[in-house]
């Protein structure tokens, strides 16, 4: 494993800030926030090829909260940072959107989301949930009507 070097563990701490930023932890600190949960590995390699131009898109938030005079996009308050996510899509077509649905699934499948949710943090199966037998007499009045298409050779 790769040793995270300065400039990897800042890239961390910005995307982290972003996460809690899309779903920040609730005030009654029973939901985590997406940064939290270290779901940037899990982003990355979901994120693919499309990546690169994502983190790029981050990159440019921490700019431009230091233009505000802010230490970093860290250090703004949750509104701030919103809107300066909400302005990024002018600059970065695309990359909130992608992120968001990235975040999104990676959180709604983390154990201490699930578990903050009421649910159960494990795979529906093999633990999971009945399923009938099923009969295949159902089958029956598909397999009576005339096919409906015309064979090919």
């Given at each position: 494993m790769e040793k995270p070097n300065?400039?990897?563990e800042s890239d961390l701490k910005l995307v982290n800030a972003v996460l809690d930023t899309l779903i920040p932890a609730s005030e009654d600190g029973t939901k985590p926030g997406a940064g939290s949960l270290d779901l940037s590995e899990t982003i990355r390699e979901a994120?693919?090829?499309f990546w690169p131009g994502v983190l790029e898109?981050?990159?440019s938030l921490e700019?431009?909260?230091r233009?505000?005079?802010a230490s970093g996009f860290e250090a703004l308050s949750l509104s701030d940072r919103s809107e300066l996510l909400s302005r990024s899509q002018e600059s970065h077509p695309g990359v909130l959107q992608s992120l968001v649905f990235q975040c999104y699934?990676?959180?709604y499948r983390h154990p201490k989301a699930l578990e903050a949710l009421g649910l159960e943090a494990r795979p529906p199966f093999p633990d999971g949930f009945d399923i009938e037998d099923f009969d295949p007499a159902l089958l029956d009045p598909v397999r009576r009507r005339p096919p409906f298409y015309r064979k090919v050779d």
């Open positions: 300065r400039s990897m994120s693919g090829d898109g981050i990159r700019a431009e909260a233009k505000t005079g699934m990676a959180y």
